[in-house]
């Protein structure tokens, strides 16, 4: 008999002052992210010149702001993902920036900025929660254009998920995302419009 694959049911709740030492936990778990981004690269003041404590300090003033959207996955009480959203104007810093702009004919309401699952947790569908949480929260505020910036995962070699910053795009597919247009050999700009 084939075993069961485990499916946690996950909840989710927003980056908050309430829930930052759940993000750090994470973070810190996983060394930092990226040796020390923090998830600071899509913020208009994008990765700090001081390094792992400057994305940690500026990460924070987000939060203590209000100028952060990120949908935090958990496995019971234990934060093991995330997914963060915002408006062009909170997350101005995508990658391919002119190759972008070249065919650009309309800003979306929304991005989704990187996305992240704890190792150990991953292939279990936090990202899938993550992003599903995401656009919940976006429907909540108004829905609109949504863009998601992902990689293509067909007709590759396999990737390890450390490059699927952005996500997968067979991940968006399945969320109801198309293809809008190629800005990178790999990565391809996707849409998709959330309803009020
Ligand atoms: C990419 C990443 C977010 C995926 O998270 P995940 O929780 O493992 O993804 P899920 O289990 O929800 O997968 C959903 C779907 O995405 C696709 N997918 C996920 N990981 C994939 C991979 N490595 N290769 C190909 N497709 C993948 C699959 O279609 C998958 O569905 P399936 O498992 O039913 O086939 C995770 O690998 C990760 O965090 N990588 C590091 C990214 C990073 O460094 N982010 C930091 C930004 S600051």
Not at 132 to 153: F, N, R, T
Request: glycine share 12%.
């Amino acid at each position: 008999m084939v075993p069961e694959r485990k499916q946690p049911a996950y909840s989710t709740r927003a980056l908050s002052a309430e829930t930052w030492g759940d993000f750090a936990a994470l973070v810190e778990a996983n060394n930092g992210v990226w040796g020390g981004c923090w998830c600071m690269g899509f913020h208009p003041e994008g990765l700090s010149r001081q390094g792992a404590q400057g994305n940690y300090d500026a990460k924070q003033t987000h939060v203590r702001r209000g100028t952060v959207r990120q949908v935090l996955v958990y496995d019971g009480d234990e934060c093991v993902g995330w997914c963060q959203y915002g408006t062009p104007a909170e997350l101005p810093n995508i990658k391919n920036p002119r190759a972008y702009d070249k065919e650009l004919e309309e800003l979306p309401a929304w991005r989704i900025g990187c996305i992240f699952t704890g190792k150990g947790h991953r292939r279990q569908g936090v990202a899938r929660a993550a992003v599903a949480g995401a656009l919940a929260a976006i429907e909540e505020a108004g829905g609109g254009l949504v863009e998601a910036y992902p990689e293509q995962v067909e007709g590759r070699e396999p990737q390890q998920g450390a490059y699927f910053h952005t996500g997968p795009e067979n991940l968006f597919e399945d969320l109801g995302f198309e293809r809008d247009r190629r800005i990178a050999k790999w990565r391809w700009v996707m849409r998709r419009r959330v309803p009020a």
